[in-house]
């Protein structure tokens, strides 16, 4: 089967509502954010704060929000934190089949005023492709006749039932910087969590595990060796919007990233993709 449906949500924004023999999805034009993806048979594969209430104009509060063309502060402090493509609307260029794996292909036209932050000839796009995975790429390509730089992630939050209970793994041998110190070499292959963490990780392998009570779920990445690892623990909880002060407890979000030494110079001509592959991992 194959229904993809044109919905809009009670306070305005409009969203594609997904289902296919493998999976069902949700996706907002807004960010073009992705806030469900579930493989059936299986729990869903990302996290959304019930204490969000869908607002246009701010990004979601989970699922995958897209920062884009900047990750975290830009130096210019009025700019916002991590870009300006999750709170524009995005458009569905393409829909195809590939096998049983249902590709939709989203891009993002800039207006005059977005070329006060970002002035350059470029254009992005975003592939979702949903089977019993999910992978999402960030394609970047440059129009123009100059190099251009940037920084940017997929911020994917994740359910993973209890934060006590997480265990992260396949991080040996990245470096991190956490609230501007470091970089820390990371020794431990595992990453438990006790407190507020908010690590960016480089030189990072491609593949995560987040091993949680309800299961182990895989998260890779292709052209990018940087990652951020966030949970925000109680303090930060109390500040963040869109977040219940207990939200922490049931969520972390794990971000294939380009930042830091892993940000991207685009030759004129020259393209990019940032891929993440998300799935249930089992064992074989
Ligand atoms: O509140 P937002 O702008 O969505 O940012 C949420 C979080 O994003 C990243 O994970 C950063 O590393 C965190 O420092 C930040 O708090």
Redesign the pocket.
Known sequence: MLAITNKKHTNGLDYLDIETDLCKARIFLQGAQIDYFQPKGKPPLLWVSSADDYQPGN?I?GGI?ICWPWF?MHPNPDFP??GIARTRIWTLASIEMRAQQLELRFELALDEQDKRFWPHDSRVSVLFSLGDSLSVSLNNHNTGNRPISLTQAL?SYFPIGDIHQLRASGFSGAKYIEFGAGPYPQEDDTVTFERET?R?YTDLGEVQWLHTPNGTIEVAREHSHSA?L?N?WIA?SQR??RFNPDDYLGMV?L?AANVLDDGLTLAPGESHSLITHIRWWESH
């Open positions: 990004g509060r929000p975290g934190q991590h911020h908010d960016v951020v966030w925000p930060k963040l919007s979000c971000e």
